[in-house]
């Protein structure tokens, strides 16, 4: 069973920085594309930025572009979220996802087969 488990969100002023961690086992996740998505309170979980297997393409939400920076290292199945010059509006429940498939670069939820538990990130103005 594939389980992933998230770390480092926290309480941040804006303009301020935080790197989210997401461990993956129970496969060998350098097999396997990933991703982070977020949902904020009354809100729909939205995708914010995924990256391929070997590493090589990255793709982000608007929202994200030139702020987040997703990286995986392969050999600790770990997957990483820079997030600088935080805002407000970042404040969210971030979420690792993977998907079944070798093959699916996930970009929406419907991609996604396996979730994290979630990490609480909170920006205060």
């Known amino acids: 069973q594939v389980q992933l488990v998230e770390s480092g969100g926290g309480l941040v002023q804006a303009g301020g920085s935080l790197r989210l961690s997401c461990v993956a086992s129970g496969r060998t996740s350098r097999n396997y594309a990933m991703g982070w998505f977020r949902q904020a309170p009354g809100k729909e979980r939205e995708f914010v930025a995924s990256?391929?297997?070997?590493?090589?393409?990255?793709y982000y939400a608007t929202s994200a572009k030139g702020r987040f920076t997703i990286s995986r290292d392969n050999a600790k199945n770990t997957v990483y979220l820079q997030m600088n010059n935080l805002k407000p509006e970042d404040t969210a429940v971030y979420y690792c996802?993977?998907?079944?498939?070798?093959?699916?670069?996930?970009?929406?939820?419907?991609?996604?087969?396996?979730w994290g538990q979630g990490t609480q990130v909170t920006v205060s103005s």
């Open positions: 996802a993977a998907p079944r498939s070798s093959i699916v670069v996930i970009t929406t939820t419907q991609g996604v087969d396996y």
């Open positions: 990256i391929s297997k070997s590493g090589g393409s990255t």
